[in-house]
């Protein structure tokens, strides 16, 4: 077998890993919350550690593996990948867990910056690479489609440490393969690296999500808080300035100057922030309040994977006939209003109430995120397209990041209200134990923390603390259908079509492309081996997937698009 293709293996199996280890996370946890007594803010970390690692370095990590080579880089990457696996599955506590999933973003983070060069540095452009970008995009949308039915069997059956633990002989595997198969690739116009703006940035995300996350239990007026904001506030200023004035910055602050730009990293983060960060608190609702098994939970996530499935190909045909900011408004529109119909959640709800919001959003997703990674790297130089790609996933993860602890902080303030307001005049009301019955709601431990209350008291304090948690998952839905269509009234308004950029068969200019036009190999690549397969309609229907699962697939549509 040729050495491309054992490439397009190595590549598609550690992708495969690292999002299948995201999809299924989100089923585990109320497994690991229960196994390791962790609290409703660990929940949190659990997933923003990791977000927030990959935020924070995937640009960096492009650069370091430019510099150092592509391979090596993909390798390191690999190997950091399923170390810190090992160790979340030997985790003794929320610490070390949270610790562990904040190591397997740097491994993710060099996995993602260089997968798609490695592809393309051994397919040649045309349709070859899109053979090879289909069966990539085909990886991408089988993880995320069995990702929560797989981590729901392996939770049930083996535990949630049986979800990390399958991570290291698949990785071990890869990096054999990496080592020995895989051709290195360095950029000869290699740039610095921006290790000041990595600190700065990182260090504001950092104290952003700490305050959001610490706020109801400091207080938002404690000096904590105000300190912490005011922090993130003189970091994400001090970048700022700092990316002004280096030559070669992390973040090209020119590249804001087209409103373009501006509004596909607005939508990005939109749908990220809006939509995807919500998945933790509806995973708690189907497993902690409805009583779901994490299979179960797989089960009724598939409506919302299925319809992106089905709605990604008609965007990929829809962008030759339609306007991006059309696309992108009308699919943002949708999440917005999947999010509604999410919302108004009794007491006496199943899951289906969640049914027609999970179709439209999905319908949604599915029109949306073809688009936005058409459009993210179509909107700038050809050169500079590789770059613009790892901003809008940066901006997902950003999201993904503010989404869960911002979303977190109001359910928690809407539940103490709602549970306060029902238990006025009795015990439950005072001090911290609010907070302590939204909490116990929303992890399925009611039971045991309406104990201390005298027993005729126990139905009303139940019903308040469960109204409680659904109090504060309906206002997050509700709000988060208001950022939605926020987005896509500013998509709207930013992005035109002559800002697109489009190479001479009208395609939107995409990274891969870049990332071949400016690599040094070994050797020019063998392309004896071309395939007259299109994979571009695959390509594009998988790609939603992508954003899906925070990882940015840049991609594009064959035709023109109107003026």
Known sequence: MGRKWWTLIAVSVATFMLLLDITVVNVALPSIREDLGASFTDLQWVVDSYALSLAALVLSAGSLA??????????????IFSAASLLCALAPDPVFLNLS?????????????????????????????????GVYGATIGGAVAIGPLVGGMLTDSLGWESIFYLNVPVGLAAIVVTSTKLRESRDPNVTRLDWMGVATFSGALFMLVLALLRGNDEGWGSGLIVS???GAAALLAAFIAMEHRVSQPMLPLGLFRKPAFIGVQVAAFAISCAMLAQFLYLTLYLQNYLGHTPFESGLRYLPITVAAFVFA???GLLLSRLPARVMISAGLAAAGVGLLLMSGITLTSDWTTLLGGFLVAGAGIGLLNPTIADVAVG????EQSGMASGINDTFRQVGISVGIAAWGAVLIDRGVGKVSELTAGTSAATGDYPRELVEAASSGNLDRAIAAVPSPA????ADAASQGFLTGLNDILVLGAGLSFAGALLALWLIREREIQRDESGRGLNSADEAAAHATIERPPDSSDADAVDADLVH?????????????EPGAADGSRQS
């Open 66 to 79: 430019d510099r150092l080579g592509r391979r090596r880089v993909f390798a390191a990457g690999l190997g």
């Open 101 to 133: 999933r904040a190591l397997q973003g740097v491994g993710g983070a060099a996995m993602f910056a260089v997968s798609l060069a490695l592809i393309a540095h051994e397919f040649p452009a045309g349709r070859e690479r899109g053979t090879a970008m």
């Open 228 to 230: 912490l904001f005011a």
């Open 313 to 315: 190909p008609l965007a």
């Open 379 to 382: 909107v700038v130089p050809e």
């Open 458 to 461: 126990h139905d009303v304090v």
């Open 540 to 552: 594009v229907w998988t790609t939603a997937f992508a954003a899906y699962t925070r990882a940015a």
